[in-house]
């Protein structure tokens, strides 16, 4: 029987075709192909990860270019152009539009013959290069999402012609660059961000800054929790039969699937996970203030991929209700500091105001980080280039019983944020590994896709 259509079958873990992998000589424009002597391929996206990352090791046989090996005939140096263009099994491709243009970063020689040698060539974006040498050290007044914008594309820093999605924030923030990496201060901004599309200011904040082989991405955790499932897919141990055995509502079947809820109690705790506290004090007026939050406070607020967020055991909260925090974080606040205004009379007239919200923003963007990994699936399928990191997808697996089981689990199984995802190419197989993630329990009903 054929593949079903549309479905991710394992036969689908074949290997997978390589295109394309072209590296340039710095010095001369020449390039080689380095498709023919490829072992194995790895393509890396994280929404922990600024950039993307490549790992491939190839067989040198000695008369590569210009009757010498590649790390003396181009010559291999570092920061070498590499163009790449992959496809898998169900005909999804990398590498066309856009295209995917690498740099080399590191060199590693890994068994070295008189007649052949086996190298293994990490590979970054352009960006991931520049941000060591580009600083930001002007002021920048307005809206987060502007500065994100600003620091990405203009030509006064990294300057990328890569798509760049930038979701909109509520919130302005006004600072100096400090002559800080532009990576830095984007990862520093997302911490300060309220999204105007997802987020309420006091409730919810934190945004994520990461890149896919479509471009750049700054997105609030909650934009991201409520996104509709790109894919379905299903883990049991009845074999697919090749694409026919996948049930009608899933796009394929798990070849692996594996929880990894590493939940350390105490440390949540530490970091103020469910309940903290900040204390703020203002110069200006030397008026402090105690603000404490409790998660539960926030949960009909918030976005969530599950149905509820985790439950805390009673017995240990604290007997004194005014009391129940387990972080305390302090602050002074900006009061009049770096004031907008096209005249010292409107820079006055906002003197009293703060540049950063900090008591509606820090700690709700704290809490929102550390529930985001509540929950952590890790999920084999064979490969599939249509996914990205920060895409959602729909997981179900059968309740654990002695027989033979048919029902869905409903506390694990639902929808799942892609945190990490890594596409491995290799002469006998083609697969994706993902780890997925979402801040709360319970399935929800699937959308329909």
């Not at 060591?132 to 600003?150: A, M």
């Not at 909109?168 to 309220?194: C, H, M, R």
Request: glycine content about 6%; charged content about 25%.
């Amino acid at each position: 029987m054929t593949q079903s259509v549309g479905k991710i079958a394992t036969k689908s873990s074949e290997p997978g075709l390589i295109e394309q992998i072209d590296i340039f000589s710095n010095k001369t424009g020449e390039s080689v192909s380095l498709a023919n002597g490829l072992i194995s391929f790895t393509y890396v996206e994280s929404i922990m990860n600024d950039t993307i990352k490549v790992n491939l090791s190839f067989i040198d046989s000695g008369n590569t270019i210009n009757n010498k090996n590649i790390i003396e005939g181009l010559p291999l140096v570092g920061q070498e152009k590499v163009i790449l263009k992959f496809t898998d099994n169900n005909k999804n491709t990398l590498g066309d539009k856009p295209k995917l243009v690498l740099y080399v970063n590191k060199i590693t020689p890994v068994d070295s013959k008189t007649q052949k040698s086996i190298i293994s060539l990490e590979l970054v974006s352009k960006e991931s290069i520049l941000n060591q040498k580009i600083r930001i050290t002007k002021r920048l007044d307005g809206k987060i999402s502007d500065h994100v914008n600003t620091i990405l594309t203009s030509q006064d820093y990294l300057k990328t012609e890569k798509k760049v999605e930038v979701e909109d924030t509520i919130n302005n923030f006004n600072f100096f660059g400090n002559n800080k990496k532009s990576f830095y201060t984007i990862n520093w901004l997302s911490k300060k961000a309220v999204s105007a599309k997802s987020q309420k200011l006091g409730e919810s904040a934190g945004y994520i800054f990461y890149e896919t082989s479509e471009g750049f991405f700054f997105k609030s955790i909650d934009t991201l929790l409520d996104q509709k499932p790109k894919k379905s897919f299903v883990y049991n141990e009845t074999p697919d039969s090749r694409g026919t055995n996948v049930p009608e509502s899933y796009d394929g079947k798990a070849l692996d699937m594996q929880s990894d809820n590493r939940i350390d109690a105490v440390q949540k705790s530490k970091m103020g996970t469910t309940s903290n506290r900040i204390v703020t004090f203002d110069p200006f007026t030397t008026y402090y203030e105690v603000s404490k939050f409790k998660s539960e406070d926030f949960g009909s607020g918030y976005k969530k991929a599950g149905k509820k967020l985790p439950q805390q055991n009673t017995k240990f909260k604290n007997p004194d209700t005014n009391e129940e925090y387990s972080r305390t974080t302090y602050y002074i606040l900006d009061t009049g500091t770096l004031p907008t205004g096209n005249s010292t009379q409107d820079q006055i007239k906002k003197s009293a105001d703060q540049n950063f919200e900090v008591a509606k923003i820090a700690n709700q963007s704290m809490m929102r980080y550390n529930l985001l990994f509540s929950q952590q699936i890790t999920l084999t399928i064979p490969a599939d280039l249509s996914l990205h990191a920060g895409d959602a997808i729909f997981v179900d697996t059968p309740e654990i019983k002695d027989n033979k089981n048919d029902t869905v689990d409903r506390q694990q199984g639902g929808l799942y944020i892609i945190s990490d995802l890594c596409h491995y190419i290799a002469s006998n197989k083609s697969l994706t590994k993902m780890n997925l993630v979402r801040e709360s329990f319970g399935r929800k009903p699937k959308s329909s896709n």
